[in-house]
């Protein structure tokens, strides 16, 4: 075994990677990456099928993206947004303001999906402190069930996943939930109908309930990511707008995974046309060359921290590398590229070559449900159509699958039993082919074609 090899098994702790199987996968090293693909140590080569863990946009080594950092390298790689400012965060700042929806006019940087969520709930909170008429004792946030909204204890406490954070629970800030706007399995006693109503009524009733001690109303817009992508039945988002409109609750729309182009618009909340009270963005920001993110406010929020510096209004937050001079370049240009290349009309095209793809698997006995908003993907495996009964852990079905299509040169990564497809914004149909072929065989050998598979235990 190399050293690499021998390293990476034993002093690299990989993030949400089972140590203890990780040393018999041999997971690909990835050395270098062209385009859509990734080469790894050994000189194979395979199709970027999850944009690098839902970041990539334009592909690896594009020569415009390298040139905006070489050319940054050449001018300073960092100085700080603390008592001083750079020209790539300045105009970066001006270019997110043009681009979000109306009305978002102030960026705050971080670098991170968790620190853009963090940043947005303490934003939040404070702000009740500070706006003409203070509510401090509004403290709680209303969140959606089975969201995700990164890995830091804030974070977690408004978007925990049962299965990961188990151990923190006690240590977690008080939260309302209400019932995730979607479909596939409802709870006895409803049918799809009367489920999503009672999701839709939820949201009026819990605010209106607890309305005094609420901050804000914080949810992935339009598709839960991490829950396996989900999406929400149409004009939930609309109607959360309109709810925390009315009652004066902020709302926070957490585009981390959804924003940039991968609904088919450049931030989801446009499909409804709704402006939130903050915006997180992050993954493709950069398109996925160098950790950075943004939390966008309204003028109404930001005005509350305006002051005398001793009248103590500021937002005492940041973090060391936020609005990195790097970062911030590559980004201009990534934005840049997105007009340039009419990456929105590529989105239009490969989800429709996805969709009509993918139909393949309608009527596979172990598909129970093939879930996509523009090229956000997910393919919930199932050991019973009918039933829906799902796949138990110990089986590692996504991850089988992910396998077998590795074999094929092509990365996918599941969510539990769900396989993710998520290929870059910009990538081009004949790549988007392969990565349906790979993922379509796969299934296929792993799941087998019948519903008496040796896999159906
Ligand atoms: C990935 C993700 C995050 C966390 O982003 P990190 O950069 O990993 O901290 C937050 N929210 C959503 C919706 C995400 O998909």
Redesign the pocket.
């Known amino acids: 075994m190399s050293d690499l090899r021998a390293w990476d098994n034993t002093e690299l702790w990989h993030p949400f990677t089972p140590m203890t199987a990780w040393g018999e996968e041999q997971a690909p090293i990835i050395k270098s990456g062209e385009g859509f693909y990734l080469t790894d140590v050994d000189g194979r080569r395979y199709l970027d099928g999850i944009s690098s863990l ?1 970041c990539n946009v334009h592909g690896h080594r594009v020569p415009e993206l390298d040139a905006a950092i070489r050319d940054q390298l050449d001018k300073v790689a960092h100085s700080t947004l603390l008592g001083l400012s750079s020209p790539p965060a300045i105009e970066l700042a001006h270019e997110l303001v043009q681009r979000t929806p109306n009305g978002l006019n102030h960026a705050f940087f971080s670098d ?3 620190t853009s ?1 963090e940043a947005a709930l303490k934003m939040v909170v404070q702000f009740h402190h500070q706006k003409a008429q203070p509510e401090p004792e509004r403290r709680i946030f209303v969140r959606v069930a089975e969201s ?4 830091t204890f804030g ?1 977690v406490a408004v978007g925990r996943v049962e299965a990961f954070h188990r151990p923190f629970s006690g240590m977690l800030f008080e939260t309302l939930t209400v019932p995730s706007p979607v479909a596939y399995r409802v709870p006895p006693g409803y049918d799809a109908a009367s489920w999503l109503k009672h999701c839709f009524d939820q949201v009026e009733s819990t605010i209106a309930e607890h309305r005094d001690r609420i901050a804000g109303f914080i949810m ?1 817009p339009i598709v839960q ?2 829950a396996g992508i989900q999406v929400h039945t149409p004009g939930y988002l609309k109607h959360v707008r309109e709810v925390t409109a009315r009652h004066g609750v902020p709302l926070i729309t ?1 585009e ?2 959804v924003g940039f182009g991968k609904t088919g618009t450049m931030f989801a909340c446009e499909q409804e046309q709704v402006v939130p009270d903050v915006l997180c963005l ?2 493709g920001i950069t398109a996925g060359y160098l950790p950075l993110a943004a939390t966008m406010v309204t003028s109404e929020i930001y005005d509350a921290f305006l002051g005398q510096p001793h009248e103590g209004r500021t937002f005492y937050h940041g973090h060391t590398y936020t609005g990195n001079p790097l970062a911030a370049a590559v980004s201009l240009v990534n934005l840049r590229l997105f007009d340039e290349r009419n990456v929105l009309g590529n989105v239009a095209e490969i989800t429709e070559q996805m969709k009509s793809r993918l139909s393949e698997l309608n009527d596979h006995p172990h598909v129970g449900e093939v879930r996509q908003k523009g090229v956000m993907v997910g393919i919930e495996l199932v050991i019973n159509r009918d039933t829906k009964q799902p796949y138990g852990p110990e089986v590692r079905i996504g991850h089988e699958v992910t396998l077998a299509a590795r074999r094929r040169g092509v990365i996918i990564r599941p969510l539990g039993n769900v396989i993710i497809l998520m290929p870059a914004v910009a990538m081009p149909a004949a790549e988007i082919d392969e990565l349906c072929d790979a993922t379509i065989a796969s299934i296929r050998e792993v799941c087998g074609e019948t519903a008496l598979s040796a896999k159906n235990r």
């Open positions: 839902w991170a999906g968790a969520v995700y909204h990164g890995d974070s992935e990511g991490a957490d981390v995974a992050a993954k």
